[in-house]
């Protein structure tokens, strides 16, 4: 008699799986990692519905849980796989421990072999971005296409004055202070009154017909902006934090849609350093290098706090006061105004959970 031998079902109820992805345009590179230390790697279409299939497949009952290095893909592939229901995070690629031989060896498998280890280990825990609600992207989309409307017209407006000095074009008296360029006047100007070296100015006309159709642009963005500060979802917290020197209605949306909800940082520390107002130090023997600012903060945000914190020393007697004291120390106003922004940081961080409007002190 012939023995049989029985193949039982593969059944992980209860067990975690853990999925590092390397996420590319056509292709993902994948890693699956047991608890038990069972590893599968292989590379698929990018399709969240295939990585499930192949995880329901070969892992049935299993928890799954996901991660990505972000890049070019945003959020796109986190809602999808959440969708499935996939635990899917988001990681900085600067977060990943990463030994020096897979720093030599680089590859796509490399990196979602130590995606999904690094996932099991739980040594991505304190790393893991913030995935808003995707209801909230375009708000912040909106704001971010407004910084590249905003670069659009400066290059517009160099382009257009450069064309200027090279034929020779002398501006007016009245126009002999820079703050009045740009005006309706000016515009005006240029339009009617300008005479090129050449006997034609197609050139610069194309350029002013380019440069005030992206004003335009620019106008119908801040009237949208204007309009989400009314909505439900903004109002409260955005005339807060308009009351706050320095902050207008371009930094105040911007606080709100790169913040998204002030509660997810659990004290001022976490908020600051979202922000970037973390001191920076680097020491070797006699040598040391420190610093007001680390370049890993909201490169949205921090910027705009610091243009504000030169107003708000203008109005408020104790930013004021911090600013002198560290002048008066021999620190460079450049790096006390730093310091100032992040104490106006922290005030702002108080007015979002508090709900209530600034007072000067």
């Known amino acids: 008699m012939r023995n049989k031998v029985q193949s039982n079902k593969k059944d992980f109820k209860g067990q975690n799986i853990f999925v590092g992805i390397d996420v ?12 038990s230390g069972y590893m599968k790697k292989f590379s698929q279409p990018s399709s969240a519905q295939s990585l499930f299939d192949h995880l329901t497949k070969n892992y049935p009952g299993g928890t799954y ?5 972000s890049g070019f893909c945003g959020y796109s592939a986190c809602y999808a796989l959440r969708n499935l229901g996939i635990d899917c995070q988001i990681v900085h690629a600067a977060d ?57 017209i400066c290059r517009y ?7 200027l000095y090279n034929n020779g074009v002398q501006y007016p008296e009245h126009f002999k202070d820079h703050r009045s360029h740009w005006t309706r006047r000016f515009v005006k100007w240029i339009q009617e009154e300008v005479v090129m070296l050449g006997p034609t100015r197609s050139s610069l006309d194309f350029l002013l017909e380019e440069y005030l159709h992206v004003r335009q642009s620019l106008l119908a963005v801040n009237r949208k902006l204007r309009e989400l500060s009314r909505t439900d979802r903004y109002r409260q917290d955005y005339e807060n934090l308009i009351s706050v020197p320095g902050i207008g209605c371009i930094t105040a949306m911007t606080l709100l849609v790169e913040t998204v909800d002030i509660r997810r940082f659990p004290n ?20 040391e290098v420190v610093g007001e600012k680390t370049f890993r903060g909201n490169k949205h945000l921090g910027p705009l706090i610091i243009e504000a914190a030169w107003v708000a020393i203008r109005h408020d007697a104790e930013l004021a006061a911090t600013y002198g004291r560290h002048c008066h120390n021999g620190m460079k106003p450049q790096e006390a105004i730093v310091r100032v922004a992040a104490d106006l940081a922290a005030r702002i961080y108080a007015i979002l959970k508090q709900k209530k409007k600034y007072v000067c002190r």
């Open 268 to 287: 001022q520390k976490k908020w600051r350093s979202f922000l970037g107002f973390v001191p920076v130090m680097q020491k070797s023997d006699e040598h």
């Open 24 to 35: 590319h345009l056509r292709q993902w590179t994948v890693t699956v990692l047991t608890e």
């Open 96 to 152: 990943v421990p990463t030994t020096q031989k897979e720093k030599v060896t680089k590859s796509d498998p490399v990196d979602a072999e130590k995606l999904a280890r690094s996932l099991r280990n739980g040594d991505l825990a304190k790393h893991l971005i913030y995935i808003p609600s995707p209801d909230r992207l375009d708000d912040r989309s909106l704001l971010r296409v407004r910084k590249v409307i905003q670069r659009e």
């Open 65 to 69: 849980h996901a991660v990505y290095e």
């Open 157 to 163: 407006k160099s382009q257009i004055k450069h064309m």
